[in-house]
């Protein structure tokens, strides 16, 4: 596997005839001296979709999401109601429905758009399996030990956690009220020190459900405190679903994220296995 610290760096695209009737990019990548091969042909979407109604995931009491056809002055913007066009209004909170990536204008006073965030066409990620551990009080946590020695001794710009056990329901559960799993924050500062950019998750948050607003996770993956910067170009994913067929290890992520003017948008990461 990839070794020496060197991050994902693109060396050349090439053509490759996979079938006689279809024919791909292979994108090959220099990772630790070693040229690694992405598979364009295996990508698996870890976005969750937004679905009108109750059918999709959801988290903080927020109401369905909803997509529903503009109507004005008689005119209806839905073709089985006799419109020319399907045209539909959608409202929806990105933190609460589906898949999204926010940024450290999430938690901050100036509202930091994460379209700022500039976020390479590949990243090279690692993806880890944690199982919570129980608490006294009943809580589920990811202990920083298993999350930080999970993780390779080579530099890393992404990290995607897949919590155990890895139920399809997370698909379409309604997290509300259900104190969700979390992380120890002291395990999110750890990514940071360790230079972990993009932090990737399929839960609907790092931190606990309720914890009185001091969000400790999440200040500790962006560095918000007295003595240092906070990290503007981090970001965190939330509410992914990473299937059991994406093994643990290595990876190039292409995150991809709606250009909304926000601290969070919709995003769909789709992962590439990685082969020498």
Known sequence: MPCGGVRLKAKSLSYRTMNPTVTLPVLSMLLGGTLFEIDLGRPFDLSLPLIAGREGPSAWNVEPLTIEPVRADGWVGAVAEGGSVNFRDIAFNPHGHGTHTECVGHITEVVHSVNDVEIPAFLDA???????????????????????????????????VRTLPNAPEKQT????????????????????????????????????????????GHRAFWQLDERNAPRMDATITEFIFVPDELPDGWCALNLQTAAFVNDATPSRPVVYPIKP
């Open 126 to 160: 690692y993806v880890v399996s944690l199982k919570p551990e129980e608490t006294a009080a009943g809580d589920l946590v990811l202990r920083a030990t298993a999350l930080l020695d999970a993780l390779p001794d080579e530099p890393v710009s992404a990290v995607i």
């Open 173 to 216: 559960r309604n997290w509300s009220n259900t104190n969700p799993p979390y992380f120890e924050a002291i395990g999110l500062a750890g990514l940071a020190q360790r230079g972990v950019d993009h932090l990737l998750v399929d839960l609907p948050s790092v931190d606990r459900e309720e914890d009185e607003g001091v969000l400790a």
